[in-house]
T-cell receptor, first 110, second 112 residues
């Protein structure tokens, strides 16, 4: 089945710094989602981005499906950005079975 | 406000007992999902349902059962056959199979 790898596994930033999180996947996909899991466990959908670039405030995401990767950019990081960031892709084209990566754990220091 | 409600937030189970986790959504989403998350790990799919009265096994369905009698509801039963049920359980929904997910706030299940 498709493999999803995220890097780096852990990241510590000073408040105000920028960062880039990467998601690599082993097969072609037609959808990709990015999520943020806060320290209390709640998962929030950040982006639904099968291709191209999207921006939402300080966050933006780019997916290059032909090269099998996606990037999540966080600018001017805040302590509230701390948590775990997951990407997820469908197991097969059109399937309901999304495969989640193992996540990037981000800690932003005040 | 529309969303997904999971209950309870914390659940303790004695060995040999079945327990049922509730998941209700008012988003009018067709598809619903159950995921399991172990500490420091990603999410693994237990079961999913595309429409009412239909559901399919995910990657780790053994020891779990579900029902989908109403569009709004997708309860998960953790049976005594599940050997290691202590985990964080997350319910999600989407408009279709490729729509963006909305997650509930989760249920932490502990076997005592």
């Amino acid at each position: 089945g498709i493999q999803v790898e995220q890097s780096p596994p852990d990241l510590i930033l000073q408040e105000g710094a920028n960062s880039t999180l990467r998601c690599n996947f082993s097969d072609s996909v037609n959808n990709l989602q990015w999520f943020h899991q806060n320290p209390w466990g709640q998962l929030i959908n950040l982006f639904y981005i099968p291709s191209g670039t999207k921006q939402n405030g300080r966050l933006s995401a780019t997916t290059v499906a032909t090269e099998r990767y996606s990037l999540l950019y966080i600018s001017s990081s805040q302590t509230t950005d701390s948590g775990v960031y997951f990407c997820a892709v469908p197991g097969r084209s059109g399937t309901y079975k999304y495969i989640f990566g193992t996540g990037t754990r981000l800690k932003v220091l005040a | 406000d529309g969303g997904i409600t999971q209950s309870p937030k914390y659940l303790f189970r004695k060995e040999g007992q079945n327990v049922t986790l509730s998941c209700e959504q008012n988003l009018n989403h067709d598809a619903m999902y159950w995921y399991r998350q172990d500490p420091g790990q990603g999410l693994r799919l237990i079961y999913y349902s595309q429409i009412v009265n239909d559901f399919q096994k995910g990657d780790i369905a053994e020891g779990y059962s579900v029902s989908r009698e109403k569009k709004e509801s997708f309860p998960l039963t953790v049976t005594s056959a599940q050997k290691n049920p202590t985990a964080f359980y997350l319910c999600a929904s989407s408009i279709g199979g490729t729509g963006g997910y909305t997650f509930g706030s989760g249920t932490r299940l502990t076997v005592v």
